[in-house]
C-alpha cells in the first residue's frame, strides 16, 4: 500500500526502467535543492533515496503496463520503456493513486538536472496555465478530471489517441505535434515558452538546439551553483554574460562522474 508523504502541492513524476545513468546523483542533488515539490520515481533499479521530497517506487515495464491498462480501461502497447514518452500526458490517471491529493502533478526526465523551478514557475504562472513548459524532459499539468483528460481531444496531428497507445512505435506524443497541438487547437492556456537549457545530442560540446531559439556562442559553459543552472558565455563583442535555466536537459549522453556540494 503507498503511504503518501506529501509536504507539498505539485509534485513530479519520473518513470525510469533499466540502469540509471552515472549522473543520477547531480538529479538527485537537485531535486533536493526544490524542496517545494514532491517527486516520485517509478523505477526498476535500485537507487539512493535520501532526499526527504523523493519517494521510489520499485515497478518493472511490465506492471507498469499493466496499470495503465486497468486506468485507461483500453488495450495497449508498452513493449520498450522509450514508448512512455507518448503515455506521459496521461501520468495523471495511470497514476492518480499517488497523485490525487496534489494541485499540480508533472513529469520529468533522468537525463536533466534541475535548477530553482519557483523563479520560472511563478503562483502567477499556476493560475493562468493549465500546462507548464512544452517538451517532454519536464512539464507541469494542473491536476483536475478536465485537464487530465484532454488527450482524447481532437488536435493531435497523429489522429486518435488510441493509435497512439496501440502501436509499438514512437509518436512523442507529449510534446508539440501530440498534446500541445491539442492544448492550441482547443484554446486552452500553455506556457510553451523555452526557459531550459535544451541540449542538442549530435554535438560533443555542449550547445542549445535550434528549437530552443537562442544563440550558441563559440565560448559558452553550463553550470549548477547552488540549486541554479547558469550558461555563462562571452558574446561577439568579448562581454562576459550569465543567463539561468530554469534545468538542463543533456539527453541521455554519456557524462563523466562527478560530484559537486
Given amino acids: 500500500m503507498y503511504e503518501s508523504k506529501q509536504k507539498n502541492d505539485k ?11 552515472n549522473y543520477y546523483d547531480l ?33 518493472d515495464l511490465t506492471s507498469f503496463e499493466k496499470l495503465a491498462r486497468k486506468k485507461l480501461s483500453m488495450k495497449l502497447s508498452i513493449s520498450y520503456a522509450y514508448k512512455l514518452c507518448d503515455f506521459k500526458p496521461v501520468y495523471g490517471i495511470i497514476l492518480e493513486d499517488y497523485l490525487s491529493d496534489y494541485k499540480y502533478w508533472g513529469y520529468c526526465d ?12 511563478t503562483e502567477e504562472m499556476l493560475e493562468k496555465y493549465d500546462k507548464i513548459f512544452p517538451l517532454g524532459h519536464f512539464a507541469l499539468y494542473r491536476n483536475t478530471p478536465e485537464v487530465n483528460n484532454r488527450y482524447k481531444l481532437k488536435g493531435s496531428v497523429f489522429g486518435d ?81 550569465a543567463e539561468e535555466f530554469a534545468y538542463i536537459h543533456i539527453k541521455r549522453r554519456r557524462m563523466q562522474p562527478c560530484e559537486f556540494d
Fill in 11 to 21: 509534485c513530479i513524476v519520473c518513470v525510469y526502467f533499466g540502469n540509471v545513468p
Fill in 27 to 59: 538529479w538527485l542533488k537537485s531535486v533536493h535543492y526544490n524542496k517545494e515539490y514532491d517527486f516520485v520515481l517509478i523505477t526498476d533499479s535500485i537507487v539512493p533515496m535520501s532526499e526527504k521530497n523523493l519517494t521510489v517506487i520499485n515497478m
Fill in 110 to 121: 533522468l537525463d536533466i538536472i534541475l535548477g530553482d523551478l519557483n523563479k520560472f514557475i
Fill in 161 to 241: 489517441y488510441e493509435d497512439v497507445f496501440n502501436k509499438n512505435k514512437i509518436f512523442v506524443f507529449d510534446e508539440g505535434y501530440g498534446i500541445n497541438s491539442i492544448y492550441k487547437e482547443n484554446g486552452f492556456p500553455i506556457f510553451d515558452d523555452y526557459v531550459m537549457a535544451d541540449i542538442a545530442s549530435r554535438h560533443k560540446r555542449l550547445k542549445l538546439t535550434k528549437n530552443s531559439k537562442m544563440q550558441n556562442y563559440m565560448y559558452q559553459m553550463f553550470y549548477w551553483d547552488n540549486g541554479k543552472i547558469f550558461r555563462a558565455y562571452i558574446d561577439e563583442e568579448n562581454n562576459l554574460s
